[in-house]
């Protein structure tokens, strides 16, 4: 509105004042837009640099925490590590683990519960 006030003698059609008031508002709109557009395109390829970087790291990260994971389970008793690996690294819930190892679900949230006390205790006495 202001380049259209600063310009309104430039108006070859005092008639139409309204007409080309709506074309350069209409003009500005698109080069904002335009310029918005340049900007996002630039903040997108630099935050996919970051995010290039940042999954590299999580994939780095990911092997570190199953090495450990699996360094962690071997801490534990074979019956003990088959319901964590169950319930944590197989994603099951407690129902399908008391029924992938037909036992009772109180039982193996009790179970789980003391094997995980016993995981936590021993990685405290690895450390």
Known sequence: MIRA????????????????????????????????NRVRDREQ?????????????????????????????RLLQPHDRDLVRLRYAEDLTQEQVAARLALPEGTVKVRLHRARERLRKALEENV
């Open 45 to 73: 390829s630099e935050s996919q640099e970051g995010e290039l970087v940042s999954l590299r790291q999580c994939e780095l990260d990911g092997v570190e925490s199953k090495v450990s994971f699996d360094q962690a389970l």
């Open 5 to 36: 006030w600063r310009a309104r003698e430039e108006c070859r059609v005092p008639a139409a004042r309204t007409a080309w008031l709506l074309q350069i508002t209409r003009r500005e709109a698109f080069r904002l837009a335009e310029r918005r």
